[in-house]
């Protein structure tokens, strides 16, 4: 019996000896399987016979290894690169005003998408809209006269008839008429041309983008 123990103890020291050359003893002794065998091997060595069995059936034991179960599924996957560069437009179209005025509205949000037509800017028109209003007022102004001077024509066309004016006075009147319509035509030329600086004050987008 003594001499079984003898030879049990033996082969547990070069089980110890092997296992520090082969994996280094602070490694082995990080694994719980080995650091088993070696507490087996020097409960053997210290003579307590049932601590080596219990090591022994502790060294068999592997530990428990979580597993985790999800369902296959094909699909894509997000792609981020990020990187340093620079955005560069294809087409570029500079906005320049005809007018100086400062601007009172912002009709687009910064990296929108516009249309052609849509309203950009909008510029201080108080200005403009007052020498609309006067001209509008002036051309009113000359088509009453001209309307006098139209009634003149016919009343003194009317006496001549009778001698009652002379026909100087007639023609007279006749040349009022001529000038006070193209008087209103001036009138309306010069409305016509402020309602289109008007249309300055208003910036639109030239193009879709």
Request: aromatic letters at 4%; zero cysteines; hydrophobic letters at 45%.
């Amino acid at each position: 019996m003594a001499a079984e123990r003898r030879t049990r103890r033996g082969r547990i020291l070069v089980l110890v000896l092997a296992l520090l050359a082969l994996g280094g003893g602070g490694y082995l002794w990080q694994q719980p399987a080995a650091r088993a065998q070696l507490e087996a091997a020097v409960a053997h060595l210290g003579g307590t016979g049932g601590k080596a069995e219990g090591g022994r059936a502790g060294a068999g034991q592997q530990p428990a290894v979580a597993v985790l179960v999800a369902r296959s599924e094909r699909r894509d996957l997000p792609v981020r690169v990020e990187a340093l560069g620079t955005v560069e437009s294809m087409v570029t179209v500079p906005i320049r005003s005809r007018v100086a005025a400062s601007v009172t509205k912002v009709g687009f949000a910064d990296g929108a998408v516009v249309k052609e037509g849509d309203l950009l800017f909008v510029l201080d028109a108080r200005v403009i809209d007052a020498q609309i209003k006067q001209a509008e007022a002036t051309l009113a102004r000359d088509k009453v006269q001209l309307d006098k001077a139209q009634r003149d024509v016919a009343r003194y066309t009317g006496l001549a008839t009778r001698n009652a004016v002379s026909q100087v006075q007639v023609e007279d009147a006749r040349t009022t008429v001529d000038v006070q319509a193209a008087t209103v035509a001036q009138d309306e030329a010069n409305l016509q041309s402020l309602k289109v600086q008007r249309s300055y004050y208003e910036i639109r987008s030239p193009v879709t983008g």
